[in-house]
């Protein structure tokens, strides 16, 4: 079985500081890793991913992620926030190993960049 | 290229009615899956398809069930609506060849 959890149901952060949301994961086999956002009354937005190789990752709109084997996490970071990134961002894990696509949601961390 | 749209957008259904949602995969997409997103919550996976076939389940009964067509368009069916399926209901399409799922903007459900 495949689990991820996100220890924040909210973060605050001053625009122009730096942001870390914080993912935490279980899978039987290597995980495939991945942050959506989701903007109110939205879909999700594809972020980031982590497949394999280099454990930092960069994203869209400045997000990067950094892959931990050993501590099982991939925390969202952004070095300077914007009030714009405000939203509701989800971590995903996928068995590599599995048969399926099956993705396994967090219950997401809203976001509050505070001007 | 088009992304992942899906119809309707809104929907209100009385306990016991059926209900279909449609979703159009992006262009090139051959594999689409569902997923359930309770208020407060994550989304949920219900199932994937790949060529018109299920490919993978999570934790959801036979009442839900869906089709993939050979266009890559896909529907889900939900029979027998309890009030527990109140969700915003999200489809998402990918490549077989590609790791990240991209979703449509989701059908909001309510059942009274």
């Known amino acids: 079985a495949q689990s991820v959890a996100q220890p924040e149901d909210q973060v605050n952060v001053a625009e122009g500081n730096p942001l870390t949301v914080k993912c935490t994961y279980s899978?039987?086999?290597?995980?495939?890793l991945f942050w959506y956002v989701q903007y109110p009354n939205r879909g999700l937005q594809f972020l980031l991913k982590?497949?394999?190789?280099?454990?930092l990752v960069k994203g869209s709109y400045g997000f990067e992620a950094e892959f931990n084997k050993s501590q099982t996490s991939f925390h969202l970071k952004k070095p300077s926030a914007l009030v714009s990134d405000s939203a509701l961002y989800f971590c995903a894990v996928r068995d590599s190993g599995a048969g399926s696509y099956q993705l396994t949601f967090g219950k997401g961390t809203k976001l509050s960049v505070i001007p | 290229e088009t992304g992942v749209t899906q119809s309707p957008t809104h929907l209100i259904k009385t306990r016991g009615q059926q209900v279909t949602l449609r979703c159009s995969s992006q262009?090139?997409?051959?594999?689409v899956s569902w997923y359930q997103q309770a208020l407060g919550q994550g989304p949920q996976f219900i199932f994937q398809?790949?060529?018109?076939?299920?490919?993978g389940r999570g934790n959801f009964p036979p009442r839900f069930s869906g089709l993939q067509f050979p266009n890559y368009s896909s529907e889900l069916n939900v029979n027998a609506l309890e009030l527990d399926d109140s969700a915003l209901y999200l489809c998402a399409s990918s490549l077989v060849s590609t790791y990240e799922q991209y979703f449509g903007p989701g059908t909001r459900l309510t059942v009274t």
């Open positions: 899978v039987s086999g290597n995980p495939y």
């Open positions: 982590y497949i394999t190789g280099d454990n």
């Open positions: 398809y790949y060529r018109e076939e299920e490919n």
């Open positions: 262009s090139g997409h051959n594999t």
